[in-house]
Antibody, heavy 121, light 112 residues
Framework: QVQLQESGPGLVKPSQTLSLTCTVS??????????WSWIRQPPGKGLEWIGY???????YYNPSLKSRVTISVDTSKNQFSLKLSSVTAADTAVYYC?????????????WGQGTLVTVSS | DIVMTQTPLSSPVTLGQPASISCRSS???????????LSWLQQRPGQPPRLLIY???NRFSGVPDRFSGSGAGTDFTLKISRVEAEDVGVYYC?????????FGPGTKVDIK
């Protein structure tokens, strides 16, 4: 059973860069059947799709965040990462990493527990 | 972007009774490959979301058969045949037909 675990600072100052890593266990990030995604959820609000990456490095981003977002993959460590630059209080959210299964219609089949990132000075 | 709407936004239900959630998209979710990439997720309080249904009507592994999905084009429905206490939470529809992938606002299901 695949497991995903987010890690990174829980507090980021405004204008700085948010950096999170998702470690995948119980499955290979190099499997061609999956993409690897980031989703966020502001406190008390709904879900926002940030983007995803294929093991080859191909990425797809939400245009609303595209100028600030970078998703990368490290197949040797079975990890993928999120960087969000120039953060503001509006970027405060629980950030989830998730596995996207291609043949299930790009559904988000497996999720990490999420990590709360607060943007505050 | 494709806008996803859900009705109702809140649904108090009686244990053992059915519940139904509607999801509508601002554009057809039929992909050029002929598939419709509409899924349903459940988020229990304090938990990450969990996949229930993919491609309109396919139950994900381990999902009870009281959950069912239907629909086509722009109109979709999630039904719970008999609500149990563990079904309390927020339900989201999500489209993956077009970038960016988008979610509905969520429907909160609780017990009367």
């Amino acid at each position: 059973q695949v497991q995903l675990q987010e890690s990174g600072p829980g507090l980021v100052k405004p204008s700085q860069t948010l950096s999170l890593t998702c470690t995948v266990s119980g499955g290979s990030i190099s499997s061609g059947d999956y993409y690897w995604s980031w989703i966020r959820q502001p406190p008390g609000k709904g879900l926002e799709w940030i983007g995803y990456i294929y093991y080859s490095g191909s990425t797809y981003y939400n245009p609303s965040l595209k100028s600030r977002v970078t998703i990368s993959v490290d197949t040797s460590k079975n990890q993928f990462s999120l960087k969000l630059s120039s953060v503001t209080a509006a970027d405060t959210a629980v950030y989830y990493c998730a596995r996207v299964r291609v043949w299930s219609g790009y559904a988000l089949t497996d999720w990490g527990q999420g990590t709360l990132v607060t943007v505050s000075s | 972007d494709i806008v996803m709407t859900q009705t109702p936004l809140s649904s108090p239900v009686t244990l053992g009774q059915p519940a139904s959630i509607s999801c509508r998209s601002s554009q057809s979710l039929v992909h050029s490959d002929g598939n419709t990439y509409l899924s349903w997720l459940q988020q229990r309080p304090g938990q990450p979301p969990r996949l229930l249904i993919y491609k309109i009507s396919n139950r994900f592994s381990g999902v009870p058969d009281r959950f069912s999905g239907s629909g086509a084009g722009t109109d979709f429905t999630l039904k719970i045949s008999r609500v149990e206490a563990e079904d309390v939470g927020v339900y989201y529809c999500m489209q993956a037909t077009q970038f960016p992938h988008t979610f509905g606002p969520g429907t909160k299901v609780d017990i009367k």
